[in-house]
């Protein structure tokens, strides 16, 4: 599984264009994702990141960073024993290959905002 490219508003995996925001779980891609507050990431919006159990979940926050976390989310998943990672989009998918490559889809999660 390698993210290929990044771009404001689309992002290409596996040869595969993505235009809406997305999760990858367990080398899965989970296009179309909502979240329930916006641009704030809350534990009901990640519970199936939270259910697969990775080792560390990528955020990728936006071209420019405009999702957050809600206070308390980082907490919550580090509680769980899940690391949390979260940059501007572009940083978060290298880190996302980066890590892969090391660990393995099962171990890393991303979650990210596609454009603003």
Same mark, same amino acid.
């Given at each position: ?43 009901? !919006? ?8 990775? !080792? ?61």
């Amino acid at each position: 599984m390698v993210i290929e490219s990044y771009r404001f508003g689309q992002m290409v995996i596996d040869k595969k264009v993505y235009t809406s925001d997305l999760k990858i779980i367990k080398g899965i891609v989970k296009n179309n994702w909502w979240r329930s507050k916006g641009h704030e990431v809350v534990p009901s !919006d990640i519970e199936d990141i939270m259910a697969a159990g990775p !080792d560390i979940v990528i955020f990728g926050t936006g071209a420019s960073g405009m999702m957050k976390l809600a206070p308390g989310l980082s907490k919550l998943l580090t509680d769980k024993g899940i690391k949390v990672i979260a940059l501007p989009t572009e940083l978060a998918a290298k880190k996302f290959n980066e890590l892969v490559s090391r660990l393995s889809p099962a171990k890393v999660a991303f979650a990210a905002h596609l454009t603003c």
